[in-house]
């Protein structure tokens, strides 16, 4: 038979998604005249037709008839006595236009490998199209449904079918999902792995948390309240920090809505995560104290050219201002971009002694007082205060490098 039935492949690429048909018959095409190239050397006077309803392909030759004895190119032409016989009304001067018997002239092997190269090229396009489609969409919120649960890695798909993956790097903490369950996440990133397309998708990304927002909160969206910047701790805390364009609109009170019902959904999706929204400003000492809530800062000082500030609050203040395992300071820090200290103003208050911890760098290892500076014990009494299981809840020490350090302190005491 002349024509070749693609009919099993074709039905494959027949309703290939979001392939437009002249992109598709253009492929086709073009897999088998590089065969009648490597068949002819040449597919300039070939056609090649393919019938997208039936899924089956045709090749038509073109060859100018000529006088016999009088053929110079067996490829682009044909004798007189050759073409009567094909038909006998041709004459000399006129185009012969013949169909190839595709099965007899290149043989099943090359068939074959053609529906191969039509299959792989078919997959290209669609992989390039995915690429595409979701390099468009990084940033943007995405539903995708649980397909497969492992260790390290969620498999969801979205609604055409397509994988996409949600690392647990890129789950919050106390994420749990089933099979089935539907999960809103953030376009991260597509990379390639093997040839293949990978959407991987994030729940922890501050995108994620400016996309929520932005689907709440009206004024965000229509681009009266800009977020100036996010920074997270995903499950444990957030700060926000958004900006009015219109006087009339007061941002903070916008995003979280009357009676907090704004922000409710969103604390929902973000597994009770505790979202601060402060107002952004430019006066730096301003940004650290709302930077800080819900801590009360008595004073600081702030040298911008190192980029620290040294900030003072009332003991009770201290461990707001630190929070649990102190992210309320180190999510503070990142917002402003300085390196916060947090001191105990005892200011007002009938002074004690007590011993500032640098004193005690030859007993104590450096790294250790930065620890316990960073919870804003900045003196002995500091650490003595506090027992030793919130100092082992909230800095990195180990049980018995607390006990030493507090031994150390005592004697300072005792030896008083």
Request: hydrophobic residues 35%.
């Amino acid at each position: 038979m002349a024509s070749i039935n693609l009919i099993e492949s074709f039905q494959e690429f027949k309703d290939a998604e979001n392939i437009d048909r002249p992109t598709l018959m253009k492929v086709m095409e073009d897999v088998f005249k590089t065969l009648i190239r490597k068949k002819y050397g040449s597919d300039d006077n070939f056609d090649v037709i393919v019938n997208d309803q039936k899924g089956d392909l045709e090749i038509f030759r073109r060859r100018t008839i000529v006088d016999d004895d009088d053929l110079y190119n067996t490829l682009t032409e044909i004798e007189y006595k050759d073409a009567i016989k094909i038909e006998p009304d041709y004459q000399v001067g006129e185009e012969l236009y013949e169909e190839v018997d595709i099965q007899k002239e290149f043989g099943r092997r090359a068939i074959l490998a053609g529906k191969q190269t039509l299959a792989s090229r078919i997959n290209d396009i669609k992989k390039n199209i995915l690429i595409k489609k979701y390099e468009d969409r990084i940033g943007e919120i995405v539903n995708g449904e649980v397909y497969q649960v492992w260790k390290k890695e969620i498999l969801l798909l979205d609604e055409e079918g397509n994988e996409m993956l949600l690392p647990k790097s890129e789950q919050i903490p106390s994420d749990y999902f089933k099979k089935g369950e539907t999960i809103r996440a953030v376009v991260k990133k597509v990379e390639l792995k093997n040839s293949q397309a990978v959407i991987i998708v994030s729940r922890t990304d501050t995108s994620f948390l400016a996309k929520l927002l932005e689907i709440e909160v009206p004024e965000i969206f229509d681009g009266l309240i800009v977020i100036r910047k996010i920074v997270r701790d995903p499950g444990e805390r957030a700060k926000v920090a958004v900006e009015s364009f219109d006087d009339r609109i007061d941002p903070v009170g916008a995003c979280v809505g009357m009676k907090g019902s704004r922000i409710h959904g969103i604390v929902r999706e973000l597994k009770n995560e505790n979202i601060d929204v402060i107002n952004w400003t430019n006066n730096i000492q301003l940004l650290i104290q709302r930077s800080l809530t819900p801590a009360k800062i008595t004073s600081m000082d702030v040298d911008m050219e190192t980029k620290h500030a040294n900030v003072y609050l009332k003991p009770d203040q201290v461990s707001l201002a630190i929070g649990r395992r102190g992210v309320n300071i180190k999510l503070a820090c990142e917002l402003t971009g300085l390196e916060i200290d947090v001191f105990r103003d005892n200011e007002g208050e009938v002074e004690e002694y007590d011993v500032d911890l640098e004193e005690f760098t030859d007993e104590l290892e450096t790294w250790v007082i930065d620890e316990l500076k960073k919870i804003g014990c900045d003196t002995a009494k500091s650490v003595l205060d506090l027992s030793d299981e919130e100092l082992e809840r909230r800095t990195d020490l180990e049980k018995e490098t607390i006990a030493e350090v507090k031994k150390v302190l005592k004697e300072e005491f005792s030896s008083e």
